[in-house]
């Protein structure tokens, strides 16, 4: 089965540094990847996909980016952050049959000062 | 498009009392359907999924869910919650056939407090 990795685990950034979070999948290969944002008290929100090696599709337009360097390696980023960028980011994965089947990793909490 | 309702964003409960939390769902197509739970700064976890086949579904810790066609439900239940079970729950639904992302979309969720 897979395992999700995703570092760190908190991080605390002031306003306009950059962002760089890492997801790294274990025990398959070939997955979907995705990111999706939880502000505090509100649902999941994705914000981009990629179904391969440098194929990313976003979501929502935002002050984000994100990469896939290699199959396993899911990269999200930032140039300048904001205040509203502050939240708690996961990294799932879907793969099998059906690969509608995601499973996340623990997370990362994003505070921007 | 699809969306998900779930009834409840709170759910008080005391321990080993039954619990049900209600998803709703809207989509044109056929869809899987999925229930996750999320302890405190955690991440998701699975607890079931209806994939096909017999619209009773059992997952992990005890938990259940029914597939609902005609009312276009899935509902969670758990006929005796534990202190642990304190955690948010989400419904989700994913469209059958369509291939591009294999997209999950999330109700808002549904926080149970299971109260001594």
């Known amino acids: 089965s897979q395992t999700i990795h995703q570092w760190p685990a908190t991080l605390v950034q002031p306003v306009g540094s950059p962002l760089s979070l890492e997801c790294t999948v274990e025990?398959?290969?070939?997955?979907?990847l995705y990111w999706y944002r939880q502000a505090a008290g509100r649902g999941l929100q994705l914000l981009f996909y990629?179904?391969?090696?440098?194929?990313i599709s976003s979501e929502v337009p935002q002050n984000l980016s994100a990469s896939r360097p290699q199959d396993r390696q899911f990269i999200l980023s930032s140039k300048k952050l904001l205040l509203s960028d502050s939240g708690f980011y996961l990294c799932?994965?879907?793969?099998?049959?059906?690969?509608?089947?995601?499973?996340f990793g623990a997370g990362t909490r994003l505070s921007v000062l | 498009a699809q969306s998900v309702t779930q009834l409840d964003s709170q759910v008080p409960v005391f321990e080993e009392a039954p619990v049900e939390l209600r998803c709703n769902y809207s989509?044109?197509?056929?869809?899987?359907l999925f229930w996750y739970v999320q302890y405190p700064n955690q991440g998701l976890q699975l607890l079931l999924k209806?994939?096909?086949?017999?619209?009773l579904v059992k997952g992990i810790n005890g938990f259940e869910a029914e597939f609902n066609k005609s009312q276009t439900s899935f509902h969670l239940r758990k006929p005796s919650v534990h202190i642990s079970d304190t955690a948010e729950y989400f419904c989700?639904?994913?469209?059958?056939?369509?291939?591009?992302?294999?997209?999950?979309?999330f109700g808002g969720g549904t926080r149970v407090l299971v109260k001594p």
């Open positions: 025990g398959t290969s070939n997955p979907n």
């Open positions: 989509s044109s197509v056929s869809v899987y």
């Open positions: 209806y994939l096909s086949g017999s619209t």
């Open positions: 990629s179904v391969g090696i440098g194929q």
């Open positions: 799932a994965c879907g793969q099998g049959s059906p690969r509608n089947i995601q499973y």
């Open positions: 989700a639904v994913s469209d059958q056939f369509k291939a591009a992302g294999n997209k999950l979309t």
